[in-house]
C-alpha cells in the first residue's frame, strides 16, 4: 500500500468528540433536487464511520460560486435532504457555517447525530484561507476530518485553515484515493500507457512534463493534439490551437524521443463545418484538415483502433481528459469507444476524474475500472508530481 504518512480515522478516538469533516458535497442540483449523488455517495463510508464511533459530525462543503456571498440557489438544504435519503438518518441542516447560532447547534448535538453546515463559499474568508474565518470554523469542533479528496488542491480555510487549530486526520476516501494514484504512480506495472486528452495544452504541461519520466506511451488526444499536430506540420484548420505552445509541444515530442517514450497523435478526426453538434461533419486523415473546419473528436477509424491495440496490450493506464466534445453526441464516439476498450483490457486502469469521469459513465463501464477519482483538479495536481494543500496540511503519523 502507499504510503501517505498521514492520520487516519483509526488514529483518533472520536466518542463523543465534536469532528468537522470537510466533503466534497458539490453536486449538480435541478430545480432544488440532486441530480447526481455520486460525490454524497463516495462521502458516506466516513460518515458512517464517526455515526457508529458516537461522535458529533459536523460536514462541510462548498457549493458552485457564489463568490464569497449568499445565493440562495446555492444553499445546501438539498444535499441535506439527499444526504438523509443515502444515510437513512436525519441529518440536521444549520443556515450558516460560523456564528452563535451554529455553535448553540453543534453544542446540542447527541453523539452519532449529522449536522450539514452552510456553504462555505458564501464567506471570502474560505477561498482566501482567511485565519479568523479558519478560527471561527475550528471553534465548532474538537477534532477536524478531510474527506473532500476534489477540494485537496486547494489551500482553503476548510481545507488547510483549520488545521491549525485542530487535530486533524484524512478520511476513508482521501485515504482511498492517495493509496490508487499514489501506487499507479509510483509503481505502475509496464507497459504504462497515459492517456492526456481534453481542452488546453497549458492545463496539462506540468503532467506531460512529469508523465514522460514515467510512462512508456502517452496517448495525447482531446484540443490538446491539435496543438501537437500543428507542431509537426499539419495545418489544423479553425481547431482549437494554442499558438504559443507549439515549440512547447515540440519540445515534448523531443524529450519523449531522446526518453524512449512514444507520444501517439490521432492519424484520422472527425472535423466540422462549425462548433455545433448540428455541424457537418467527416473524417478526415491528420494531413487533410481543410481551412475553415475544426477538429471537435481525435478518435477517428484509424486512430481507435490504434488506441484500442495499445491498451490491448498495456498493463497499466491512466487517462485524464476526454477524447473530443464529448458533450455534444456528434462527436462522443472517440471518447465513448475508447472508454469501452479500456472496460474491456486487463490492464489496471485509473480515471483521473472530471470529464473522464463522466466519459466513463456515459459508456456505462465504470464498474469496469479500477479506480475513478472523485477530484479533476485534485488527481491533475498528484500526476504533475505536486504535493496537495490539503494533504500536507493533515497531521503526520509520530
Known sequence: MYDINKKTLKD?????????VRVDFNVPLKEGEVTDSTRIKAALPTIEYLIREEAKVLLISHLGRPGGEVNEDLRMDAVAKELANQLNKEVKKADDCIGKEVKKAANNLENGEVLLLENSRFYPGEKANDPEFSKKLASLADLYVNDAFGAAH?????????TEYLPSAAGFLMQKELNALGEVMAAPESPFVAIMGGAKVSDKIDVIKNL????????????????????????VGDSLVEADKVDLARELMAEAEEKGVNIVLPIDVVIADEFSNDAETQVV???????????????GPESLEQ??????????????????????????????ELAKALGQSDAHSVIGGGDSAAAINLAGVADQMDHISTGGGASLMFFEGKELPGVVALDEIE
Open 154 to 162: 486547494r489551500a482553503h480555510a476548510t481545507t488547510v485553515g483549520v
Open 307 to 336: 488506441y484500442k491495440e495499445i491498451i490491448k496490450n498495456a498493463k497499466t493506464v491512466i487517462w485524464n481528459g476526454p477524447l473530443g466534445v464529448f458533450e455534444m453526441e456528434k462527436f462522443a464516439h472517440g471518447t465513448v
Open 212 to 235: 514522460i519520466n514515467k510512462v512508456d506511451i502517452l496517448i495525447v488526444a482531446g484540443g490538446i493534439a491539435n496543438t501537437f499536430l500543428l507542431a509537426k506540420g499539419y495545418e
Open 285 to 299: 486523415k491528420v494531413d487533410q484538415i481543410p481551412a475553415g473546419w475544426q477538429v471537435l473528436d481525435c478518435g
Open 12 to 20: 483518533m478516538d472520536f466518542k463523543g468528540k465534536k469532528v468537522l
